[in-house]
């Protein structure tokens, strides 16, 4: 029979299609996913964007393996089993250059930080790991180490996730620890710049201890009268384990243990405790103690850091001994006495900024009269506490690096400090100065430090609103909650509810609040408040006796909208001191700028359109260093349509250019309004996302700059009518906080001017909060220059 007539056994046909399968499964080379990721560049918005497809892939050639050596393409599987069982998972964004919303993703799993692979990775799994982070959605991811090569482990790869998980461990992956990677494919996300309600932020150094030994402590007041005031100072320590309160044996028991204790609660010193009385009131009452033999060194910031040990069942816990007695000396900020005040005095060489809370922000230091910032490398939890207890508040609860109070100014005084926890002041601590090379302004470090609790936020309550951050302001004055009265009230109060309410800065202070629910609207019981902004609660502010308010329906009363970030605006002094010079500009160039009121008031009795006027001209070069953008207040279909610029005005005056005498008295005034706000240009990795062009969005994006050049119209101040003298030029942006910003001090910007009638010198141009108290003393009080020459 003909070869082709034989017909093969059906259990012969299986045996061939077995063996071609299993051929098949040994010589087809593993290939590994190129992922397309949208672009990183693409310019964050309020939505998460559909990601635009990638046309030109990046692209990666697998090596042809040998058949026999080349094992199967990896199943994803489920992470390993001890992920799933209890191990603390910590996240953070690193690397440069980068945002605080954006970075070379890492995650800390069984003591060690590690990276995650670009294999397979997706928006997907952005998502997932942006929420983990604390922000609400990712906007994009990189992949290619964009944000640097990360070091030590790469503890995922080939992660896939549908986005809906609520954590990276529930997504299918290789397994921990499994991956054929490099750090050269480190993955990244991009997340959207808005916070998750209420999430705590993993994004720092804090202290890695047992919390199983020892979760909180606190003090119990024994003394009667003492258990009204607040804060706390001094009482029997008890410690929180397995959910309930137990006491400390005190045998063996040092002031460094009660050191480290204070610190906890937020102190920065120690006391002595007078034992006897504590005997003589303890001794009658029943003690369950858990631990003794505590030793600690005084530099921990948790108890739990410290060696101590558990009493063991049926066994006399404390023989001899009784409960350990803690007494704490709080810092000026929270003490109740004038006269002790006096006694406690802060470090003026060291201070935050930008912090939404009371003991937190970006550290900065004082030297040569100069408020420069501490580069992040070798930042730790010891030296941020030295800092915090300089301060007047307790030892760091979290050292934050990476400007993740955003980004300072200026000079860089200190990099790679080293303290032990114990110096009295940072200078103390062993440090390395700063090169150009060593560090810039997006490694400044911050501090967020153990403060007392002070049970402000009982005090004040916001209600009716869409979320949590947001309602109508309640204050208890008496026996019974009220509303406020919104008359006068401004971004300043709105800052100090937020605050108070432990829910960041104040994006909008609301005057107006009919649209949120009324049904359980209380009766105004507040009104005539008036804050700096700098105080710890509404109650600290100024305000009516007796209420006062025209207008008191539910309608009127004032309310909040906060959030985690806010943006922060500052002029680059230099900028202003190198671009100054005088122009005589004829009227008939000018007829747009009067219009806007861009000219003195003497310029409207001028023989138009003859003779010319004296314009002191510069550029303003304006950057956001804050954690989120610069919006105007107003949205643009209230923008003012100027027909003679050609442009629209988002806000009515964006700033104010003032010539003051040496007393402060106002000699010559400009003033601008928001001709365009835009990202004229960006540090290097920062997309421009706002552009006036065809009526865009405007503002200033973190990171990028907004310049207004000397040669456009109002940007001057007209000097027709000053006489030759010494002057100083002040400019101040948002004067009139129209829009919420985390530090209102670095608005102003100052300079030394010299007009001799003819020509225009300036000098020792600063920020408003850049130079010691001293040396801004000095700066008023200059008596003025004899010649050009600037010593």
């Known amino acids: 029979m003909p070869p082709h007539s034989q017909r093969p056994s059906p259990a012969t046909l299986l045996l061939v299609l077995w063996l071609s399968a299993s051929t098949l499964a040994q010589t087809t080379p593993r290939t590994r996913t190129t992922p397309t990721p949208p672009p990183v560049t693409t310019p964050r918005t309020r939505t998460t964007p559909t990601p635009p497809p990638v046309t030109t892939p990046r692209t990666r050639t697998t090596p042809t393996p040998p058949p026999v050596t080349t094992p199967p393409a990896p199943t994803p599987a489920k992470p390993s089993p001890s992920a799933a069982h209890g191990d603390r998972l910590k996240f953070r964004l690193v690397g440069y250059p980068r945002k605080h919303n954006e970075g070379r993703i890492e995650v800390f799993y069984q003591g060690e930080w590690g990276t995650i692979c670009d294999d397979d990775f997706s928006l997907a799994n952005a998502q997932v790991l942006c929420r983990q982070l604390g922000f609400v959605s990712a906007t994009g991811w990189a992949h290619s180490a964009k944000y640097g090569k990360g070091q030590g482990k790469i503890w995922l790869d080939n992660v896939l996730c549908n986005g809906g998980e609520k954590s990276i461990d529930a997504c299918k992956s290789r397994g921990w620890g499994s991956s054929d990677c490099t750090h050269d494919e480190d993955a990244g996300v991009v997340c959207k710049d808005e916070r998750i309600p209420g999430f705590v932020d993993s994004n720092v150094i804090d202290a890695h201890v047992d919390e199983n030994k020892v979760e909180e402590v606190r003090l119990r007041v024994v003394v009667g009268g003492a258990k009204r005031r607040m804060p706390v100072t001094e009482g029997v320590l008890e410690v929180k384990h397995k959910d309930s309160w137990t006491q400390v044996c005190d045998l063996g028991w040092t002031p460094k243990n009660t050191r480290v204790v204070c610190g906890m609660l937020g102190f920065p010193h120690e006391r002595k405790v007078n034992k006897k009385f504590y005997k003589l009131s303890l001794e009658r009452q029943k003690h369950h103690f858990l631990v003794h033999s505590v030793a600690c060194t005084g530099t921990e910031v948790h108890l739990a850091a410290c060696p101590l040990e558990f009493s063991r069942p049926n066994a006399t816990a404390c023989p001899g001994g009784m409960p350990a007695v ?20 802060i470090s003026a060489n060291v201070r935050l900024k930008g912090g939404a809370r009371v003991g937190e922000g970006r550290v900065e230091v004082l030297k040569n009269s100069q408020w420069g910032t501490v580069c992040d490398d070798r930042w730790s939890l010891q030296s941020a506490s030295v800092v915090c207890r300089e301060l007047g508040f ?135 408040v008036k804050c700096t902004g700098a105080e710890m609660s509404l109650s600290q502010c100024q305000h009516h006796k007796v209420l006062n308010c025209q207008k008191t329906a539910a309608k009127f009363a004032a309310g909040v909208i906060c959030s985690e970030s806010a943006s922060d605006l500052v002029l680059n002094a230099p900028v202003v001191q190198e671009t100054v010079y005088i122009e005589d500009r004829p009227l008939h160039m000018l007829y747009c700028a009067a219009e806007e009121n861009c000219l003195s008031k003497t310029a409207a009795s001028a023989n138009w359109p003859y003779g010319h006027r004296r314009l002191l001209r510069f550029s303003s070069q304006i950057h956001n260093i804050g954690r989120s953008d610069f919006r105007p ?34 000699v010559a005034e400009g003033h601008k309004a928001s001709f365009c706000l835009e990202d004229s240009e960006c540090y290097e990795g920062i997309s421009k996302r706002y552009e006036c062009a065809n009526f865009g969005e405007q503002g200033v994006t973190v990171g990028c700059w907004d310049l207004y050049r000397h040669d456009i119209d109002c940007q001057w101040i007209d000097i027709t009518d000053v006489k030759p003298g010494n002057y100083i030029l002040q400019i101040v942006i948002n004067p009139n906080f129209e829009v919420a910003e985390s530090d209102f001090t670095n608005n102003a910007m100052k300079c030394n001017c010299k007009y001799d009638g003819h020509r225009i010198w300036l000098h020792n141009c600063h920020t408003g909060d850049a130079f010691s108290e001293e040396a801004e003393r000095l700066f008023e009080k200059y008596p003025g220059q004899l010649n050009n020459h600037i010593s």
Not at 326 to 344: D, E, Q, R
Not at 500 to 507: A, I, K, N, T
Request: hydrophobic content about 35%; glycine content about 10%; overall charge positive.
């Open 326 to 345: 803690v007494s704490c000396m709080p810092g000026p900020l929270f003490t109740l006495h004038s006269n002790a005040k006096k006694k406690l005095k």
């Open 394 to 528: 307790g030892s760091a609860k979290e050292a934050l690096t990476g400007a993740r109070m955003g980004q300072g100014m200026g000079p860089i005084h200190m990099n790679e400090v080293r303290c032990t926890g114990l110096e009295r002041s940072l200078w103390a601590c062993p440090f390395k100065n700063v090169t150009k090379e060593d560090c810039s302004h997006t490694e400044d470090a911050a501090v967020r430090c153990h403060v007392p609790y002070m049970g402000l936020e009982n005090s004040v309550r916001i209600v009716g609103g869409r979320t949590n951050y947001e309602g109508r302001v309640e204050v208890e004055v008496g026996p019974r909650w009220g509303t406020v009265c919104s008359a006068g009230w401004t971004t300043k109060e709105a800052m100090v509810v937020c605050r108070q309410l432990g829910l960041g800065y104040s994006m909008h202070a609301v005057s107006e609040t009919w649209y949120w629910d009324s049904s359980n609207v209380t009766e105004m019981v507040m009104s005539g």
């Open 633 to 666: 207040k107003a949205g643009r279909h209230s923008w003012v349509w100027h027909a003679c610029h050609g442009h629209y005005h988002s806000m009515d005056v964006f700033t104010h250019y003032d010539l003051l005498t040496s007393n402060g008295t106002k």
